[in-house]
Protein backbone atom coordinates (compact mmCIF):
# COMPACT_ATOMS: atom_id res chain seq x y z
CA UNK A 1 0.00 0.00 0.00
CA UNK A 2 1.23 3.34 -0.44
CA UNK A 3 2.30 6.08 2.55
CA UNK A 4 -0.47 8.39 1.65
CA UNK A 5 -3.43 7.53 0.32
CA UNK A 6 -6.02 10.15 -1.13
CA UNK A 7 -9.91 10.22 -1.35
CA UNK A 8 -10.13 12.12 -4.96
CA UNK A 9 -12.72 12.61 -7.74
CA UNK A 10 -10.53 14.55 -11.14
CA UNK A 11 -13.38 17.36 -11.44
CA UNK A 12 -12.64 18.43 -8.15
CA UNK A 13 -10.52 21.18 -7.47
CA UNK A 14 -9.73 20.83 -4.13
CA UNK A 15 -8.88 17.10 -4.80
CA UNK A 16 -6.30 18.53 -7.18
CA UNK A 17 -4.77 21.12 -4.95
CA UNK A 18 -4.16 17.73 -2.67
CA UNK A 19 -3.55 15.36 -5.76
CA UNK A 20 -0.61 18.29 -7.11
CA UNK A 21 0.75 18.91 -3.34
CA UNK A 22 1.34 14.79 -3.35
CA UNK A 23 3.09 15.45 -6.54
CA UNK A 24 5.23 18.22 -6.55
CA UNK A 25 6.41 16.47 -3.24
CA UNK A 26 7.55 13.63 -4.89
CA UNK A 27 5.19 11.46 -2.18
CA UNK A 28 4.06 7.93 -2.49
CA UNK A 29 0.40 8.05 -2.83
CA UNK A 30 -2.62 6.24 -4.19
CA UNK A 31 -5.94 7.33 -4.94
CA UNK A 32 -9.14 6.24 -3.46
CA UNK A 33 -12.17 6.76 -6.17
CA UNK A 34 -14.70 8.51 -4.67
CA UNK A 35 -18.17 8.56 -6.68
CA UNK A 36 -19.21 12.03 -6.11
CA UNK A 37 -21.65 12.13 -8.81
CA UNK A 38 -23.55 9.73 -7.77
CA UNK A 39 -24.10 10.73 -4.39
CA UNK A 40 -21.11 8.89 -2.77
CA UNK A 41 -20.01 11.94 -0.20
CA UNK A 42 -23.37 12.57 0.71
CA UNK A 43 -24.41 9.10 1.78
CA UNK A 44 -24.57 8.50 5.50
CA UNK A 45 -21.70 5.82 5.37
CA UNK A 46 -19.56 8.16 3.97
CA UNK A 47 -20.24 11.03 6.40
CA UNK A 48 -20.11 8.35 9.27
CA UNK A 49 -16.44 6.56 8.57
CA UNK A 50 -14.92 9.00 6.31
CA UNK A 51 -15.77 13.07 6.27
CA UNK A 52 -18.65 14.16 8.04
CA UNK A 53 -18.52 17.58 5.81
CA UNK A 54 -19.45 15.01 2.84
CA UNK A 55 -16.11 16.50 1.10
CA UNK A 56 -13.13 15.31 -1.13
CA UNK A 57 -10.48 15.46 -0.70
CA UNK A 58 -9.67 13.31 2.69
CA UNK A 59 -5.90 11.73 2.77
CA UNK A 60 -5.14 9.27 5.49
CA UNK A 61 -2.01 8.48 6.83
CA UNK A 62 -0.60 6.95 9.54
CA UNK A 63 -3.84 6.09 11.21
CA UNK A 64 -4.78 10.11 10.68
CA UNK A 65 -7.89 11.38 8.47
CA UNK A 66 -7.48 14.48 7.22
CA UNK A 67 -9.83 16.63 5.81
CA UNK A 68 -9.93 20.01 4.04
CA UNK A 69 -7.83 20.81 1.26
CA UNK A 70 -5.85 23.61 3.49
CA UNK A 71 -5.45 21.42 6.36
CA UNK A 72 -4.23 18.69 3.89
CA UNK A 73 -1.62 21.13 2.70
CA UNK A 74 -0.54 22.26 5.99
CA UNK A 75 0.23 18.13 7.29
CA UNK A 76 1.82 17.51 3.58
CA UNK A 77 4.09 20.76 3.94
CA UNK A 78 5.21 19.58 7.57
CA UNK A 79 5.42 15.75 6.58
CA UNK A 80 7.39 16.40 3.66
CA UNK A 81 9.69 20.05 4.49
CA UNK A 82 8.71 21.37 1.15
CA UNK A 83 6.11 24.16 0.50
CA UNK A 84 5.76 25.41 3.99
CA UNK A 85 6.53 28.29 6.18
CA UNK A 86 9.80 29.63 7.08
CA UNK A 87 8.94 31.07 10.73
CA UNK A 88 5.34 31.57 12.61
CA UNK A 89 4.53 34.99 10.79
CA UNK A 90 5.09 33.47 7.50
CA UNK A 91 2.91 31.24 8.43
CA UNK A 92 0.59 33.42 8.91
CA UNK A 93 0.90 34.94 5.83
CA UNK A 94 -0.06 31.65 3.94
CA UNK A 95 -3.00 30.74 5.70
CA UNK A 96 -3.98 34.10 5.34
CA UNK A 97 -4.31 33.22 1.19
CA UNK A 98 -5.25 29.77 2.17
CA UNK A 99 -8.72 31.43 4.04
CA UNK A 100 -9.09 33.59 1.52
CA UNK A 101 -8.87 31.49 -1.14
CA UNK A 102 -11.93 29.10 0.94
CA UNK A 103 -13.86 32.16 1.73
CA UNK A 104 -13.67 34.24 -2.12
CA UNK A 105 -11.70 32.83 -4.88
CA UNK A 106 -11.80 29.31 -4.75
CA UNK A 107 -15.66 29.52 -3.11
CA UNK A 108 -17.09 31.30 -6.08
CA UNK A 109 -15.36 30.63 -8.62
CA UNK A 110 -15.52 26.60 -7.73
CA UNK A 111 -19.43 26.94 -7.63
CA UNK A 112 -19.58 28.84 -10.85
CA UNK A 113 -17.53 26.72 -12.98
CA UNK A 114 -19.87 23.56 -11.20
CA UNK A 115 -22.99 25.14 -12.44
CA UNK A 116 -22.06 26.42 -15.79
CA UNK A 117 -18.98 24.05 -16.63
CA UNK A 118 -20.13 20.94 -15.82
CA UNK A 119 -23.78 20.80 -15.07
CA UNK A 120 -24.26 23.49 -18.14
CA UNK A 121 -26.59 25.07 -15.81
CA UNK A 122 -26.62 27.96 -18.39
CA UNK A 123 -26.88 31.48 -17.64
CA UNK A 124 -29.12 32.31 -14.18
CA UNK A 125 -29.14 35.63 -12.10
CA UNK A 126 -26.87 33.18 -9.34
CA UNK A 127 -24.02 32.41 -12.20
CA UNK A 128 -24.34 36.23 -12.62
CA UNK A 129 -23.84 36.53 -8.93
CA UNK A 130 -20.87 33.96 -8.61
CA UNK A 131 -19.57 35.68 -11.60
CA UNK A 132 -19.14 39.24 -10.03
CA UNK A 133 -17.66 37.97 -6.56
CA UNK A 134 -15.07 35.65 -8.64
CA UNK A 135 -14.09 38.38 -10.78
CA UNK A 136 -13.59 40.85 -7.65
CA UNK A 137 -11.44 38.07 -5.75
CA UNK A 138 -9.36 37.44 -9.09
CA UNK A 139 -8.74 41.29 -9.41
CA UNK A 140 -6.96 40.95 -5.65
CA UNK A 141 -4.68 38.12 -6.27
CA UNK A 142 -4.23 39.71 -10.00
CA UNK A 143 -3.11 42.89 -7.92
CA UNK A 144 -1.04 41.17 -5.41
CA UNK A 145 1.39 39.28 -8.43
CA UNK A 146 2.14 41.91 -10.26
CA UNK A 147 5.73 42.64 -9.20
CA UNK A 148 5.75 38.86 -7.48
CA UNK A 149 6.84 35.57 -8.72
CA UNK A 150 4.27 33.91 -5.86
CA UNK A 151 2.29 34.62 -3.30
CA UNK A 152 4.14 34.48 -0.50
CA UNK A 153 8.19 34.94 0.18
CA UNK A 154 9.09 34.77 -3.05
CA UNK A 155 8.93 31.22 -4.03
CA UNK A 156 5.99 28.63 -4.18
CA UNK A 157 4.29 27.69 -1.04
CA UNK A 158 1.15 25.89 -0.35
CA UNK A 159 -0.53 29.32 -0.67
CA UNK A 160 -0.20 29.18 -4.39
CA UNK A 161 -1.17 25.58 -4.86
CA UNK A 162 -3.99 25.99 -3.12
CA UNK A 163 -5.34 29.27 -5.13
CA UNK A 164 -3.86 27.77 -8.26
CA UNK A 165 -6.15 24.48 -7.56
CA UNK A 166 -9.29 25.80 -10.21
CA UNK A 167 -7.67 27.60 -12.12
CA UNK A 168 -6.23 24.60 -14.15
CA UNK A 169 -9.41 23.20 -15.49
CA UNK A 170 -10.29 24.05 -19.14
CA UNK A 171 -14.43 23.79 -18.83
CA UNK A 172 -16.28 26.83 -19.46
CA UNK A 173 -17.42 29.45 -16.56
CA UNK A 174 -17.80 32.40 -18.45
CA UNK A 175 -14.65 33.73 -17.24
CA UNK A 176 -11.47 34.67 -19.39
CA UNK A 177 -7.90 34.65 -17.33
CA UNK A 178 -6.66 36.73 -19.90
CA UNK A 179 -8.30 39.23 -18.24
CA UNK A 180 -5.57 38.44 -15.39
CA UNK A 181 -2.39 38.48 -16.35
CA UNK A 182 -0.67 38.41 -13.44
CA UNK A 183 -2.55 35.27 -12.51
CA UNK A 184 -1.78 33.99 -15.89
CA UNK A 185 2.13 34.20 -15.95
CA UNK A 186 2.05 32.80 -12.34
CA UNK A 187 -0.34 29.99 -13.40
CA UNK A 188 2.59 29.42 -15.81
CA UNK A 189 5.36 29.60 -13.28
CA UNK A 190 3.48 27.07 -11.49
CA UNK A 191 3.37 24.46 -14.33
CA UNK A 192 6.69 24.82 -14.66
CA UNK A 193 7.54 23.42 -11.52
CA UNK A 194 9.32 19.38 -11.54
CA UNK A 195 6.83 17.10 -11.21
CA UNK A 196 3.56 19.40 -11.99
CA UNK A 197 0.42 17.67 -13.92
CA UNK A 198 -2.75 18.99 -14.72
CA UNK A 199 -5.34 18.08 -12.99
CA UNK A 200 -6.84 14.98 -14.71
CA UNK A 201 -3.30 13.65 -15.70
CA UNK A 202 -2.96 13.18 -11.76
CA UNK A 203 -6.79 12.06 -10.78
CA UNK A 204 -9.21 10.44 -13.31
CA UNK A 205 -12.59 12.32 -14.23
CA UNK A 206 -15.54 10.49 -12.81
CA UNK A 207 -17.38 11.74 -15.17
CA UNK A 208 -17.27 9.14 -18.10
CA UNK A 209 -18.50 11.89 -20.71
CA UNK A 210 -15.42 14.17 -19.63
CA UNK A 211 -13.06 13.03 -22.55
CA UNK B 1 -3.21 53.50 23.32
CA UNK B 2 -4.63 49.97 23.81
CA UNK B 3 -2.51 46.81 23.46
CA UNK B 4 -4.76 45.56 20.38
CA UNK B 5 -6.16 47.99 17.92
CA UNK B 6 -9.34 46.73 15.74
CA UNK B 7 -10.52 47.72 12.49
CA UNK B 8 -13.72 47.00 12.83
CA UNK B 9 -17.30 47.78 11.84
CA UNK B 10 -20.33 46.26 13.81
CA UNK B 11 -22.70 44.24 11.26
CA UNK B 12 -19.41 42.31 10.00
CA UNK B 13 -19.48 38.77 12.13
CA UNK B 14 -15.72 38.18 10.92
CA UNK B 15 -15.27 41.67 13.15
CA UNK B 16 -17.40 40.20 15.80
CA UNK B 17 -15.11 36.75 15.84
CA UNK B 18 -12.35 38.82 16.19
CA UNK B 19 -13.86 42.07 18.37
CA UNK B 20 -15.32 38.53 20.64
CA UNK B 21 -11.85 36.46 21.03
CA UNK B 22 -10.49 39.99 22.39
CA UNK B 23 -13.34 40.58 25.01
CA UNK B 24 -13.33 36.88 25.77
CA UNK B 25 -9.93 36.65 26.55
CA UNK B 26 -9.59 39.88 28.43
CA UNK B 27 -7.37 41.75 26.42
CA UNK B 28 -7.03 45.57 26.34
CA UNK B 29 -7.79 46.63 22.71
CA UNK B 30 -9.61 49.34 20.84
CA UNK B 31 -11.45 49.86 18.00
CA UNK B 32 -10.75 51.99 14.42
CA UNK B 33 -14.23 52.60 13.11
CA UNK B 34 -14.32 50.94 9.34
CA UNK B 35 -17.11 53.30 6.77
CA UNK B 36 -17.88 50.14 5.45
CA UNK B 37 -21.11 51.49 3.68
CA UNK B 38 -20.00 54.38 2.49
CA UNK B 39 -17.31 51.91 0.20
CA UNK B 40 -14.40 52.64 3.04
CA UNK B 41 -12.74 49.32 2.18
CA UNK B 42 -12.98 49.45 -1.06
CA UNK B 43 -10.97 52.49 -1.66
CA UNK B 44 -7.31 52.28 -3.10
CA UNK B 45 -6.16 54.24 -0.12
CA UNK B 46 -7.67 51.28 2.38
CA UNK B 47 -6.24 48.30 -0.03
CA UNK B 48 -3.08 50.31 -0.03
CA UNK B 49 -2.16 50.96 3.52
CA UNK B 50 -4.88 48.58 5.67
CA UNK B 51 -5.81 45.28 3.68
CA UNK B 52 -5.26 44.67 0.04
CA UNK B 53 -8.45 42.19 0.53
CA UNK B 54 -10.58 44.77 0.89
CA UNK B 55 -12.35 43.44 3.72
CA UNK B 56 -12.43 43.99 8.04
CA UNK B 57 -11.64 42.85 10.05
CA UNK B 58 -8.26 43.67 10.66
CA UNK B 59 -5.60 43.96 13.58
CA UNK B 60 -2.56 45.57 14.64
CA UNK B 61 -0.65 44.59 17.26
CA UNK B 62 3.53 44.98 17.66
CA UNK B 63 4.11 46.52 14.18
CA UNK B 64 2.12 43.40 12.54
CA UNK B 65 -0.74 43.74 10.76
CA UNK B 66 -3.28 40.97 10.84
CA UNK B 67 -6.35 40.09 8.41
CA UNK B 68 -8.36 37.15 7.98
CA UNK B 69 -10.07 36.75 10.72
CA UNK B 70 -9.27 32.66 11.33
CA UNK B 71 -5.48 34.37 10.79
CA UNK B 72 -6.56 36.95 13.65
CA UNK B 73 -7.61 34.31 16.37
CA UNK B 74 -4.76 31.64 15.62
CA UNK B 75 -2.85 34.83 16.03
CA UNK B 76 -4.38 35.64 19.43
CA UNK B 77 -5.07 32.11 20.83
CA UNK B 78 -0.96 32.10 20.58
CA UNK B 79 -0.41 35.34 22.61
CA UNK B 80 -2.89 35.32 25.06
CA UNK B 81 -2.43 31.44 25.73
CA UNK B 82 -6.19 30.92 25.31
CA UNK B 83 -8.87 29.25 23.33
CA UNK B 84 -5.99 27.76 21.48
CA UNK B 85 -4.97 23.98 20.46
CA UNK B 86 -3.32 21.52 22.82
CA UNK B 87 -1.11 20.35 20.14
CA UNK B 88 -0.37 19.81 16.14
CA UNK B 89 -3.36 17.29 15.64
CA UNK B 90 -5.56 19.24 17.66
CA UNK B 91 -4.69 22.66 15.86
CA UNK B 92 -4.90 20.67 12.79
CA UNK B 93 -9.10 19.68 13.88
CA UNK B 94 -9.75 23.49 14.58
CA UNK B 95 -7.93 24.91 11.34
CA UNK B 96 -10.41 22.29 9.70
CA UNK B 97 -13.32 23.73 10.93
CA UNK B 98 -12.31 27.31 10.41
CA UNK B 99 -11.81 26.59 7.06
CA UNK B 100 -15.06 24.58 6.45
CA UNK B 101 -16.76 28.06 8.30
CA UNK B 102 -15.16 30.24 5.38
CA UNK B 103 -15.93 28.04 2.93
CA UNK B 104 -19.69 27.10 3.48
CA UNK B 105 -20.68 27.92 6.95
CA UNK B 106 -20.52 31.66 7.53
CA UNK B 107 -19.13 31.92 3.69
CA UNK B 108 -23.02 31.51 2.73
CA UNK B 109 -24.83 32.65 5.44
CA UNK B 110 -23.40 35.93 6.24
CA UNK B 111 -24.01 36.57 2.15
CA UNK B 112 -27.59 35.69 2.76
CA UNK B 113 -27.99 38.05 5.75
CA UNK B 114 -26.05 40.89 3.98
CA UNK B 115 -28.68 40.51 1.13
CA UNK B 116 -31.79 40.17 2.93
CA UNK B 117 -31.40 41.48 6.43
CA UNK B 118 -28.94 44.70 5.61
CA UNK B 119 -29.63 45.67 2.10
CA UNK B 120 -33.08 44.12 1.98
CA UNK B 121 -32.96 42.67 -1.30
CA UNK B 122 -36.24 40.48 -0.71
CA UNK B 123 -36.68 36.56 -2.24
CA UNK B 124 -34.04 36.23 -4.98
CA UNK B 125 -32.62 33.10 -6.87
CA UNK B 126 -29.65 33.93 -5.36
CA UNK B 127 -30.81 34.33 -1.61
CA UNK B 128 -32.77 30.47 -2.54
CA UNK B 129 -28.93 29.17 -3.96
CA UNK B 130 -27.39 30.79 -0.75
CA UNK B 131 -29.93 29.75 1.85
CA UNK B 132 -29.99 26.20 0.44
CA UNK B 133 -26.10 25.92 0.70
CA UNK B 134 -26.33 27.42 4.33
CA UNK B 135 -28.83 25.18 5.58
CA UNK B 136 -26.50 22.70 4.58
CA UNK B 137 -23.79 23.59 6.42
CA UNK B 138 -25.73 23.97 9.66
CA UNK B 139 -26.81 20.89 9.34
CA UNK B 140 -23.33 19.18 9.29
CA UNK B 141 -22.70 21.63 12.25
CA UNK B 142 -25.69 20.70 14.15
CA UNK B 143 -24.88 16.92 13.42
CA UNK B 144 -21.21 17.33 14.85
CA UNK B 145 -22.57 19.14 17.98
CA UNK B 146 -25.02 15.85 18.98
CA UNK B 147 -23.52 14.76 21.99
CA UNK B 148 -20.74 17.57 21.98
CA UNK B 149 -20.63 21.07 24.05
CA UNK B 150 -17.80 22.93 21.94
CA UNK B 151 -16.81 21.91 18.08
CA UNK B 152 -13.24 20.60 19.24
CA UNK B 153 -11.84 18.82 22.56
CA UNK B 154 -14.64 19.41 24.62
CA UNK B 155 -13.92 22.80 25.69
CA UNK B 156 -14.11 26.62 23.92
CA UNK B 157 -11.68 26.49 21.41
CA UNK B 158 -10.60 29.23 18.28
CA UNK B 159 -13.07 26.81 16.19
CA UNK B 160 -16.51 27.71 18.62
CA UNK B 161 -15.22 31.48 17.92
CA UNK B 162 -14.87 31.44 14.48
CA UNK B 163 -18.18 29.87 13.57
CA UNK B 164 -20.48 31.06 16.36
CA UNK B 165 -19.93 34.70 14.68
CA UNK B 166 -22.94 35.04 12.49
CA UNK B 167 -25.34 33.53 14.66
CA UNK B 168 -25.60 36.07 17.61
CA UNK B 169 -27.24 38.77 15.12
CA UNK B 170 -30.71 39.05 14.99
CA UNK B 171 -31.21 40.50 11.35
CA UNK B 172 -33.57 38.49 9.08
CA UNK B 173 -32.42 35.90 7.08
CA UNK B 174 -35.48 33.27 6.24
CA UNK B 175 -33.82 30.79 8.11
CA UNK B 176 -34.71 29.32 11.67
CA UNK B 177 -32.09 28.79 14.17
CA UNK B 178 -34.84 26.95 16.32
CA UNK B 179 -34.71 24.48 13.37
CA UNK B 180 -31.12 23.36 14.54
CA UNK B 181 -31.29 22.63 18.45
CA UNK B 182 -27.57 21.89 18.78
CA UNK B 183 -26.82 24.75 17.43
CA UNK B 184 -28.90 26.62 19.30
CA UNK B 185 -27.52 25.06 23.02
CA UNK B 186 -24.06 25.56 21.81
CA UNK B 187 -24.57 29.14 21.56
CA UNK B 188 -26.14 29.46 24.56
CA UNK B 189 -22.92 27.97 26.14
CA UNK B 190 -20.52 30.38 24.24
CA UNK B 191 -23.38 33.33 25.13
CA UNK B 192 -22.29 31.95 28.96
CA UNK B 193 -18.55 32.52 29.24
CA UNK B 194 -17.29 35.12 31.15
CA UNK B 195 -16.48 38.54 29.15
CA UNK B 196 -19.57 37.27 26.10
CA UNK B 197 -21.54 40.77 25.00
CA UNK B 198 -23.60 40.27 21.95
CA UNK B 199 -22.75 42.08 18.86
CA UNK B 200 -23.79 45.48 18.40
CA UNK B 201 -22.51 46.06 22.26
CA UNK B 202 -18.94 45.04 21.18
CA UNK B 203 -18.86 46.88 18.14
CA UNK B 204 -21.26 49.85 17.32
CA UNK B 205 -23.38 49.43 14.29
CA UNK B 206 -22.11 51.33 11.08
CA UNK B 207 -25.57 52.00 9.67
CA UNK B 208 -27.01 54.86 11.75
CA UNK B 209 -30.70 53.54 11.34
CA UNK B 210 -29.69 49.78 13.29
CA UNK B 211 -31.23 51.20 16.66
Redesign the interface.
Known sequence: MADYRLYAFGESGNSYKAALMLALTGSDWERVPVDYFNGQTRTAGFRETVN???EAPVLLHKG?T???S??IL??LA?ETGQFGPRD??ER?EI??W???D???F??YYATLRFLVGLQKSGE???TA?LRGRAAGAFA?VD??LAGRDFMVGGRPTIADISLAGYIFFDEETGMALADYPHILAWRARIAALPGWKPPYDLVPPALPARH
Chains 1, 2 share one sequence.
Open positions: EMGRLTQGVDYAEDRLRILFNHKTSSPVFIKH
